[in-house]
């Protein structure tokens, strides 16, 4: 059953990306408790699997139904594109009680049983207190579980926006959301995106646009439904997470190591998706300083382009580069 966004004439001029910490840990936690979104983490299982042990997820699983509401105000749409886990985290501290207790009314109701059990019946009996409580949880979680691979995590995730804001400037908008999951649906004559989602739901934009946010455990679904007061918001599946969990010097064939330089070609086959120095400096576990000498002469040879994104300069292979990176290939 789809879940309708309406577009005004002025909200196609207010679509912006965004990338959001909070969320990615919101969105961890449910992959521990859902086995059909592991495919791609199983790495990060692993490695997080005594961590995740330590925690009691119980109350954050309770709020998760297979099917139904989930609470908003524990992942809001950030307010802006890069917002810190520090700033997520604070606005889910103030959140007004009563709309904490709409939401849990909502989420319990979604699996038989939630409500009466005994933390159903703390969260409804308490909500400031709950609120206080998942918070807690929620950093608990980002600490143990997210926070570790986040420059590896970001890197991915500002490197879908960059595409996808190049897709935008060079396609517009109906280009843009025919591309970015199957799922959606862009009808131009009633100026509304579909998206196959959990309800039959219509929801005006009204002028405030909508916020188009990568995200990397959220694979294979979409998420959308962000009700008011929260900006209309659709989560979709970043690009290139195929490839996350896998050590980034693994990718590099021996030939080019034996042309370039092992570190050299370890840099130019890393860059699967643009990235900043310090992100690709993470992803290869080398100095900054080192990956950026090396950037600078692969550019200068003509195998990388750089750009500059936000506060960053991302570099991406040109077709030279990317012809000499997979030399196997057609």
């Not at 009466?116 to 400031?128: F, I, K, N, T, Y």
């Amino acid at each position: 059953m789809p879940y309708h966004l309406r577009f005004g004439e002025a909200d196609p001029l207010r679509i912006r990306f965004a990338v959001s910490p909070l969320w990615e840990a919101h969105s961890a936690v449910r992959v521990l408790a859902r086995p059909r979104q592991q495919g791609y983490h199983l790495p990060w299982m692993r490695r997080i699997a005594g961590a995740a042990r330590a925690l009691d997820l119980a109350p954050l699983h309770l709020l998760m139904p297979a099917r139904g509401h989930s609470p908003d105000f524990l992942y809001p749409p950030p307010l802006g594109p890069a917002a810190s886990f520090e700033e997520e985290i604070e606005a889910v501290r103030r959140t007004d009680p009563a709309l904490a207790l709409h939401d849990f009314e909502r989420a319990l109701a979604a699996t038989p049983g939630a409500a009466e059990s005994d933390e159903g019946r703390r969260m409804l009996a308490d909500p400031a207190d709950a609120v206080g409580r998942l918070a807690e949880l929620l950093r608990a979680a980002w600490e143990a579980l997210v926070a570790p691979d986040w420059p590896r995590l970001r890197a991915l995730l500002e490197a879908d926006v960059a595409y996808h804001s190049r897709r935008l400037a060079e396609g517009g908008l109906e280009r843009l959301l025919g591309e970015l999951h199957p799922s959606f649906d862009w009808a131009a004559e009633t100026a509304t995106l579909r998206v196959d989602y959990h309800g039959e739901h219509v929801r005006p934009l009204d002028g405030q646009g909508l916020v188009l946010m990568p995200s990397v455990f959220t694979w294979p679904d979409v998420v959308s439904g962000f009700d008011p007061p929260w900006q209309p918001t659709v989560v979709y599946p970043a690009r290139g997470i195929g490839g996350l969990w896998t050590d980034a010097r693994d990718r590099t064939p021996e030939v080019l190591g034996r042309l370039l330089g092992p570190v050299r070609a370890d840099v130019l086959c890393a860059l699967t998706e643009p990235m900043g120095t310090t992100a690709l400096a993470h992803l290869l576990g080398r100095a900054p300083s080192t990956v950026s000498a090396h950037l600078a002469v692969l550019r200068d040879a003509g195998l990388l382009a750089s750009r500059r994104y936000g506060h960053q300069v991302l570099y991406e292979r040109t077709p030279l580069g990317l012809a000499v990176s997979q030399p196997g290939a057609e």
